[in-house]
Structure formats: structure tokens, C-alpha cells
């Protein structure tokens, strides 16, 4: 079999997609010692990846050599497999994307006057020659399957690549705090991270305000070392987006760690809402098994019971709610000695049951996710061509609107569980749904303003800036006048920050960030559902999030009022997303359940 078929094979393996060949484009700069690195892409990678490092460049020998498979020059750390303090040791990056692309290298080692550049196409070098070039390396990656249409075709659409690109280029940055990074799409810089600590990286990648939205944490002990910060809980949101581990610098994904985590926040955060963490996390590497997956972002360790203790005891300790000391019970002393199993040891399957599917990083959420509902939710609504097509499905009656517009029920309202209304009207015993009753009335007021194009936006007394990923930065430049038509006032301040200087009123400011996110979020799905009524979407989604949850008290006052409102409505019976939102007891039911 000719090499070139061999690499085109195997290629296959390491570069599935634009964002794997970045991984392994910042992964050698960041061994090659850069302390700078450019990340250039356009068209979300489909014809060009460009890394531009400043680190210890290649000769003109490595410089051909590293495109054959194999030649790695990190192998004699194979010793330290299990090390991961390197990034790669496969010496097949190179090779497989040569394979399958148009590769141009320029490279050149400090101690060299003169660089080397070469061309290589399909794994046929077409051209080495030396080059004046400044110290490091550059390598642009075009037209990546360019012989392979299969796979090309393959690809998704471009801010679905991009996101997966721009994931990568978080979960390198966040650790490699060290190290300037800068990200470049189509001429547009998303990303200029100078070189600091973890806080301020991750401000540079999440916002600002990112600071105000974390805790620090911090444990040393002998089985692992954690450093991080973790989000207050009032910030927790209704999807797992910021949620990042690393062990020895590089990013894992691990369920037991997660829910180690999660569970330090257990009664301080409602069911289904996710805090955002960033923690790192340092293990001696011989205590360490990374090979249980090929892409590596999973992790075994031995002493895993004692790290979740641990992790979890900091995270608590982070959020002010127990020391450390308190929380590991079996050592009444602040000072811990975990003494190390022996180095025989083989440690135990791991017993923490988890979804191997689970992506917490994945837009589509298919179950278990806080965002799951849209889809099913959504379905009825969205399928129909009328706006308000589920109230004929619902057998409900008509008649309360008129009778209850102009004159609220009399009775006190009841509430019952925090969650439903009791009241009586003519018609008998109405029970009614606060939380989707809320939504009806927000929905309503919500389209009765963007049709009158007079909504009411409130100025806020201190505006707040919101930071997004590349693409739901990109959706939410093209929805703004959408946003101004509900009332959200928001302005574009460069690199994925939004400025909001109103909002409708009611909106709580610790959460625009968070309903702005999962507005677009649903609007991506809504639009995957060629579902073409865009104001009725973000209408329905800024709604939901605004309603007031079940479980949340209302005085009698709140109780009358929203009755009032819900039942001056156009569709008072459902929910905008077309749940019901109240039900009738007549006074024949009402004797049929007393027969006997
Ligand atoms: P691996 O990283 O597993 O060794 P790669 O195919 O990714 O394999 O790279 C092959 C070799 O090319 C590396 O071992 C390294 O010597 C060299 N190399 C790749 N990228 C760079 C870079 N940006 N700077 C210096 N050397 C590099
Ligand atoms: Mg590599």
C-alpha cells in the first residue's frame, strides 16, 4: 500500500474535522515552547488553519522529517507516557494532516540565520527552500480535505465548525495561561489573551465580569494540588456551558470530578441548573491512567475517592460553606495525609455511572440536559402554521375570557404548593398553573410590543456587559433589532461583548447574560425546525425564562393580578409553548366526584 494511502487512512483518525487539526497545531506550538501563538482561520477552517508560533522552530532536516509518520521527536518521552506533560507523542499530527491538505510550513530556529519553507500537498512535498522568516514556526493548513471530497462534504455548516474550533482554543488557552494567544476568523480578531494568571485568563476568554461571578479555590494536598474558581451560585445556569477541568494542564472531561463538584453545591442551586468551574487540578502523573480513551480528554486516577472528597470539600470550602477540616471527618487534623496506595496497586474500575454520550459541550442536548425541554416542548407549536394552534386541541372551554376580563374573582385566591392558584368564578373551581400562566402573559405582552413597536425598556442603572462564543455572537449582531423590538437595548463592543443598556422590565440583571444565551440557544433550535416565525421564538423564549418558576411564593395581591392578567389574554387556556395552564372544576364535575 503507498504511504500516501496509508497516511490518507490514519489521517482520518486524527483529523476528523477543522478543529482537530487546530488541537494538534497549538498542542506542538505550546511543546515547541512558544510563549505567543496566532490562530487564523477562515471559512471556520475549511480553507485555512494557520498557527504562527514563536517557539523553537525546526531545522531544515526536521522540517521534512516531521511530516513523516512517526518522527516524532518526543518519543524518548515515552518513559513518561502517562506523563502528559508533553502534549502529543504520537508523531502522526503532522503526517495525517499533510495527508490531507495543502500544507505550508515556515519555520526557523533561533540559532539559524535562514529558515526553511516547504510545501506539501497530499503528502507530496512540492517544494523546500530556505527562507528569511522570523524565529518559530508558521504552518497554514489550506483547503484541509481537499482530496477527499467524501469528507469534505462532510463537514457542517461553518459556525457549527467554528464552534467546535473555538472550544478547542478555549480548552488550550484556559490552562496555558502563561502564554499569549490571539484568534483570528475571516480577518475578525475573536480572542487577544495576553499572557497572566488563570483569573485573568479566563476573564479574557469568558468577560470581565467573570471575576465578580467566581470564588477562588484552593487545596493542597499530596494526592492532588487544585487551583480554580468556581461559580457563585446565584450565577448557575439552566446549561453546562462553562464547566472546565484540567489535570496537569490539560483539559479532561470527568463525570465523578463534575458531580464532585456539582455535589458541594447541592441545596445552594435549584435542580437542573449548573454552576460554571474552572479548576485545575494537579496529580503526580504515575497515578494516572490517560489511555483509556483515544482522544484523551478522559482520565482514570488511582486514588479517585479521595480526590472527589477533596475537590469537593474545596469547592465548599470556596463557597463559604464548610472547611475542609469539617467536610473529611476521618482526620480531625486541618493538616491531611493521604499517604499514596502502593505503586502495585491496580486500581479499581471506576463506579461512577455516566452517559457515554454525554457532551457537555454539545448545542444539540438530547436529554438530561437543563435545555432538553425546548425540542419536545416547542414541537406542537412550532409544526403548526397558525400561532396559537394547540387551544382547539385542548378541551378546554371558552367562555372564561369574557367572563373574568373586567371583573377579577372576588375570592382571595389560594395558593397551594407554591405552584398553583385556587380560585372561584361563576364557572366553578378554577385552578390555574402560576409559573405557565406567567409565561402566557409575558409571551403576550412580549409580541403586543414588538407589533406596536412601543416597547417599554428599561434603562438600567448600571449597563451590563455580556461576552459570548464566536457563534452565538455572530447570531445575536444579526437579531438585535429583534432584541430592540421586545425592549433589550444592546450594543456591539468588539471581541463577542455586548453591551445591554435596557431591557423590558422585570429582567433581572444577574441573569441577562444567562436568558440571552439561552434565548439564542433555542433559537438555533427553533430554526433547525424550519420553524420561520423569528420574533415568535424569541418572544416565547425571553417569556419562559422570565416567568416566575413554580415554587415561588405570591402574596394574595400577586395571586389577584396575575389571574387578572392571564385571563385578559388572547389564549389564556395554554402556554405559549402549549402547556395547559389552568383547568376548570364546574359544579357537575364538582357533584359527580361527591356521587356516593
Ligand atoms: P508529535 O507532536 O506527536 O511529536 P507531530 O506530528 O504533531 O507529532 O509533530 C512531529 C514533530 O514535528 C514534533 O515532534 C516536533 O519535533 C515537530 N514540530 C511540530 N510542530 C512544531 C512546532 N510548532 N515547532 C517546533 N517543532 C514542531
Ligand atoms: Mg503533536
Redesign the pocket.
Known sequence: MPDSVANQIAAGEVVDRPASAVK??L???L??G?TEIQLIVKDAGRTLIQ?I?N????SDS?ARL?FERH?????HKADDLFAIHT?????????SIAAVAQVEMK?RQCDSELGTAIVIEGSDVKSQSPCACTK??S?AVKNLFFNIPARRNFLKKDSIELNHIEEIFKRIALPNYGVAFSFHHNGRLLYDLKAGNFAQRIAGVFGSTSKERLYHIEEQTEPVKIFGYVGKAEYAKRTRGEQYLFVNGRFIKHLGLSAAIEKAYSELIPERTYPAYFVLLEVDPQRLDVNIHPTKTEVRFIDENIIFAILRAATKKGLGQFSLANELEFNPSTEIDFTPAAKDYVPPEPTVRYNPNYNPFSTERSGGGGTARSRDEYEHFFDSDSKEPVVERLPLEAEPVSEVSSTAPSATPINYLNRYIITTMKSGVVVIDQQRAHERILYERLMAARASGRATAQQLLFPVNCRFNASDSELLSELLPDFEQLGFLIAPLGQNTYVVTATPADVKESELQSLLEQTLSDYKGNMMQKFSDRDASICLSVARQMALPSGVPLKPEEMQQLIADLFSCQAPNVSPSGKRTMFILGEQELAEKMRG
Open positions: 494538534e497545531l498542542e506542538n506550538a511543546d515547541a512558544a498557527v508560533d517557539g523553537c522552530g525546526m526536521d516531521c518522527a516524532t521527536s518526543k518519543i502534549m502529543g507523542f504520537r508523531g502522526e499530527a503532522l503526517a519555520t518559530g514556526t504552518i
